[in-house]
């Protein structure tokens, strides 16, 4: 059956108090928090959640970045164990990290897990990136992921994704949905040299003319040009707002999952800030198009939830100031 989210309630964004001293984005995050919580001062996360949405995407294989493809099960487990950027940011605010499964191509999986949509996507220059049940499939999986953090006490969201050559579908789907020209989508991700970057730019323009035709429908362009991961992301996104539950956006995948969201399940970027602003020209796009001001700008080249993470402690800090 087709996917229907649940109508979003809008939370009151009525600012709070003026009376006390101003601390810029600090008030303004603070503001945030409390009109989510549905409170005057707003309360610091008690159980913030990092999610990481974990899948290989095909278009990899043609060269598209720095990484290898065959490298994300081993991203996954040094982030398990907390030894990547995340790992160490996250320890840092004290903020649990959990990895799904919804795509890695690992021959050493012995079978596929909970929220498995299968192994790898397609490359998306030449085929689809998912069958049209495995997008559902997908969708279905992150709104669950989203609805069993949240019935587990998770106050606060972080959605991240990791997976080699993710940005570059990320960059297809914010050229599609914002009308934008590939040269000026495509970054330069997990740090690629000018020849990866033209052949990034290729894969970009040829999936891009696949996008165009599926346009108008959120389900056919995540079957089409996105994947398991971006899927997952924009079905968690929905269903977190559905639970009125805030979210703290990171960098360019995510982002281009919750323009997909907002498509789904119309309003849910109410209930989302946006962490930071990367180096990725289709990132800046994205949140643009969610109308959407990002608290941070640190210089970063890619989110996989580093951004967001790098936040919380702030977000913390702007709770406190306005008790």
């Known amino acids: 059956m087709p996917i229907e989210f649940a109508e979003i309630t809008q939370p009151d964004d009525t600012p709070r108090s003026t009376t006390r001293p101003r601390f810029g984005a600090l008030d303004a995050l603070g503001d945030w928090l409390a009109a989510r919580q549905g409170a005057t001062h707003a309360t610091p996360p008690r159980r913030a959640r990092i999610v990481v949405f974990a899948a290989d995407h ?79 499939r997908a969708v279905r999986a992150g709104a669950r992921v989203a609805d069993d953090e949240v019935d587990s006490g998770a106050d606060l969201l972080v959605p991240a994704e990791l997976g080699v050559g993710a940005t570059t579908p990320a960059s297809v789907l914010v050229a599609a949905l914002t009308g934008t020209e590939p040269v000026a989508v495509v970054g330069r991700g997990s740090g690629i040299d000018d020849h990866a970057w033209m052949r990034k730019t290729r894969a970009v323009r040829d999936a891009l003319r696949r996008a165009r035709p599926v346009l108008t429908d959120p389900m056919d362009l995540l079957r089409t040009v996105g994947g398991a991961d971006v899927a997952a992301l924009a079905g968690f996104l929905a269903q977190a707002a559905v639970r009125r539950t805030p979210v703290l956006l990171d960098g360019l995948v995510v982002c281009a999952a919750a323009l997909l969201a907002e498509e789904l399940a119309p309003g849910a970027r109410s209930w989302w800030a946006a962490a930071h602003l990367t180096t990725e020209p289709a990132h800046a796009l994205a949140l643009e198009h969610l109308d959407l001001e990002p608290v941070l700008d640190l210089g970063f080249a890619e989110g996989s939830g580093t951004g967001a993470a790098a936040l919380l402690p702030l977000l913390t800090m702007a709770a406190r100031l306005a008790e």
């Open 58 to 136: 095909g278009i990899a294989a043609r060269g598209v970045s720095a990484r290898t493809p065959g490298q994300t099960p081993a991203l996954a487990a040094a982030l398990e164990q907390g030894g990547t950027p995340l790992g160490v940011l996250a320890d840092v605010s004290g903020t649990a990290i959990r990895v799904v499964d919804v795509g890695i191509d690992s021959a050493e999986a012995a079978e596929a897990g909970e929220f498995t949509v299968r192994r790898g996507s397609g490359a998306i220059d030449t085929e689809d990136a998912l069958t049209g049940d495995e997008a559902e």
